[in-house]
């Protein structure tokens, strides 16, 4: 019998301590945070739509200079330059990335997954709470994931 209440309670235990991390995991990224995180780095960029032509998901590494711009080199060895920003509102905003957004600057929000994945979501998908932001359940597609965070240029 006490065995029982044991497991039981353990069992309630390790519940709450994981919905306490996947709710952590889904928070928003503050404006700071994004900053120190890419601010010179090359990182590992996915983009969460599969290319029309191939039907394969896009990767390529990308630089974050300290200066806004970022240098994206495809496998293919072709270059892209683009600028890139944090605003105020905890949105990180990448201009003329024409193939993922559309033309002009676009921002979303970035949410990390604590073992070094993060995701980029457009506005729509976010919900607020209390001065906190966070991936609405019910929209959750994301259009980038960055993964392979390493400090310096490294392409």
């Given amino acids: 019998m ?21 709710l952590a995991m889904d928070s928003v990224l503050k404006a700071g945070e994004i900053s120190s995180l890419l601010m010179d780095t090359t990182i590992k ?10 039907g ?5 590494a990308a630089y974050f200079a ?13 270059t892209e ?3 890139w920003s944090v605003n105020k509102d905890d949105t990180l905003c990448v201009i003329n990335n024409v193939r993922v957004w559309g033309s002009g600057p676009s921002c979303g929000y970035l949410v990390g997954d ?7 979501y ?3 998908n976010i919900s607020s709470e209390k001065n906190k ?22 392409l």
């Fill in 122 to 124: 457009p506005m729509k």
């Fill in 56 to 60: 394969k998901t896009l990767s390529y």
């Fill in 2 to 22: 006490m065995r029982k209440i044991i497991g039981c309670i353990s069992a309630v235990l390790l519940f709450f301590v994981w919905c306490t991390q996947s």
């Fill in 133 to 154: 932001k966070y991936v609405s359940v019910k929209k959750a597609g994301h259009v980038l994931t960055f993964s392979n965070i390493q400090r310096g240029n490294h």
């Fill in 81 to 83: 330059f683009f600028n």
């Fill in 66 to 78: 300290a200066d806004g711009t970022i240098r994206v080199q495809h496998p293919d060895g072709e």
């Fill in 114 to 120: 604590n073992q070094g994945i993060y995701k980029v």
């Fill in 45 to 54: 960029v996915t983009e969460a739509k599969k290319n029309k032509k191939t």
